[in-house]
């Protein structure tokens, strides 16, 4: 399976691209059942909201390191019918960067905070930006329970140190910045959707006012020539090639 011009020219343009229905339902029931599992069970290493908001909130954010967690993980994340697709935007042979996302995303009723506008590649140590996030919803994602927003094109824009915090947030309040903000766009997500987008493409989703707790996995891949910089935490996990 491969991505058509129209969708490679729309990713190269927008910074991402949604690729509706392209999980089953039956797996994405099966991956849902074992997050519940693992949430419940909370082991670590998981993300809680407090450590996000430099708060006491001790609210599930999410689980790390999920490739080492289940089989069911790990089939998703290494599926051989989307590697077309990702070599395809990488313009390279993909590789599974299991240092950053590698994730179970969680945004719990009343309790969830807002993620902040922000690119992936913030934290990220690599000597280029060929990196791409690959999303799965693994039920209804929407603006009440905190459904991704991007900015289109936003990959391709160069800024300034001073437009994001000590953080690497995107800052609100900004004239420069709030012109962007102001032409998010977002798509509502339902069971099996899947959204890849660019480690430079601008996003943030609201907390979660709804009563359901909404859960999404979420993993990167990097162009097999793009190396991580030696002595970082992009360094420190191990790879997993995906060959096409």
């Not at 859960?215 to 891949?221: L, M, R």
């Amino acid at each position: 399976m491969k991505l058509s011009e129209e969708q490679l020219a729309q990713f190269e343009r927008d910074g991402y691209i949604l690729l509706r229905g392209f999980v089953d339902k039956a797996r994405c029931e099966a991956i849902l059942a074992a997050a519940k599992e693992e949430i419940e069970a909370r082991t670590p290493p998981i993300e809680t909201e407090g450590e996000y908001t430099g708060s006491n909130n001790s609210t599930l954010r999410r689980l790390r390191q999920v490739y080492d967690r289940r089989e069911i993980f790990r089939e998703w994340m290494t599926d051989k019918e989307i590697r077309p697709m990702l070599a395809q935007v990488l313009h390279d042979t993909p590789v599974l960067t299991l240092a950053h996302h590698n994730s179970i995303m969680t945004k719990m009723p009343s309790k969830s905070t807002e993620s902040r506008w922000h690119q992936d590649r913030r934290y990220w140590h690599f000597e280029n930006d060929n990196l791409v996030s690959v999303w799965l919803a693994l039920g209804e994602e929407r603006m009440e329970n905190g459904v991704l927003e991007f900015i289109n094109g936003s990959h391709k824009l160069e800024y300034r140190p001073e437009q994001f915090d000590t953080d690497t947030s995107f800052m609100t309040g900004l004239p420069e910045n709030d012109a962007l903000i102001a032409k998010k766009v977002h798509y509502d997500l339902h069971e099996g959707d899947v959204i890849l987008f660019h480690c430079r493409t601008l996003h943030h989703a609201y907390d979660n006012q709804t009563d359901e707790p909404k859960i999404a996995f979420v993993y990167t891949v990097k162009g097999a020539s793009t190396k991580p910089i030696p002595g970082t935490r992009s360094a420190e996990y191990p790879e997993v090639v995906l060959e096409v």
